[in-house]
């Protein structure tokens, strides 16, 4: 029904856009749990309203697209040039053909039933010549986006400011060497945070794409960590003074474009956030991608930022580990799909934070129905991740290992220490009386098993 009334008024308020559906040959995605293994345009075990764990699968998931991978790739990589043409762009940087993306956008929302999106500003509007033009852009999209969340229903998870595509922030936005570049960072991410508490965000990134450096031999590392705290102590202000109540979120990825970022992995951050007292503000936005980059196993950041109450939302990818580099690829992997979602379950949910999907399909998939079956397939991956992660959590059998492992600290000795009542001298008394210790075994393999039996 709501892409029904979707495509029958998407056009009836704005004189610049084209006729007729942007994915004719492509309906409502549907739930189609015994479909054929080569039927890829329907899910198969993602539906929505179904109960897991006394929530709805929509509910847990809390799925959102990305606008820039989605509708403003191309398929470039540093060897080529895009591969990727879609009809509606026209490839201008116009408002007009801006419009025709967020069109088209909100025509594939509809279709596959995603409920949320997110958007860097540079990439819905258009830059202008100076940042009054930029901001007049940025408007203008931000109303065509007001009334097509409100035709849908589609909202708009988070919001980001690109500080690092133009050349002005080669040096860094917060962390700049030049103080004029961080206060056009500063203002930048004023009008987007404004734009965003219009469109009711849930959430709003900030990810430090050059926030880091290339050479230590030209860089103050306690000068720029220190602006960079700064920087976000006037967002904290300015989010405060308009209202809005979005959740503030941080991104870590340990390289790339830069040679060493601040925002290296989730502890880093944690700490960063610790030391200049910001950690009541900000939670992070774990993309599992970075993580693998840091040299972590795929859940590593998200599990990490979890335990300490700090995990408030997902970007949803995956990438090939045999690759030095970002692949942004669509998480295919059930194992990794279950340990996530086993993750979110414990903590009770990502809300006010989803499931983002910061991926995009390979340069070879150059096919309208390559965005959707991506989509899909990802949608199905985190869906059996997460009935899996429901019968692990259900029958307990991990848990109880767990803590029987850790059982020496529940009395005595172990007890004592973590109620800080415990000294040195009694740990050398009791060393003294009872001899070496004889640690049991760690029983790995017993518990990949154990895993294994569920995914």
Known sequence: MVTLVYLAAKMDDDANGSAGEYFPDIGVISYKPDARPD?????????????????????????????????RGTGLDPFGAGTIIRHWDDGSETVDNAKRRLRAAFEFFSKLGNKYWTFHDRDLAPEGKNLAESNANLDALADLAERLQQRTGVKLLWATSNLFSHPRYMHGAAT???????????????????????????????????????????????KELDNFAAFFRMVIAYKEKIGFRGQLLIEPKPKEPTRHQYDYDAQTVMAFLHTYGLEKHFKLNIEPNHTTLAGHPHEHDILFASAFKMLGSIDAN????????????????????????????????????????DAKVRRESTELADMFIAHIAAMDTLARGLKNAANIISDGILKKSLQKRYLSWESGVGARIVAGQSSLEECEQLIHEKGNPNPPSAHQEHFEAIFNHYV
């Open 39 to 71: 039927e890829t345009l329907v899910f198969k075990h993602y539906n929505a309203q179904e109960v897991v764990m006394g929530r709805t699968m929509e509910d847990w998931c809390r799925f959102s697209v990305v606008y820039w991978h989605t509708f």
């Open 176 to 222: 700049s060497s030049d103080a004029h570049v961080t206060a056009y960072a500063a203002a930048q991410v004023k009008k987007c945070m404004e734009v965003a508490h219009r469109l009711g965000a849930e959430n709003f990134v900030f990810w430090g794409g050059r926030e880091g450096y290339h050479s230590l031999l030209n860089t103050d590392v306690r």
């Open 318 to 357: 995956t990438g090939s580990p045999d690759l030095g580099w970002d692949t942004d690829q669509f998480p295919m992997d059930i194992r990794h799909a279950t340990a996530i979602m086993k993750v979110v379950i414990e903590q009770g949910g990502l809300s006010p934070g989803g499931l983002n999907f």
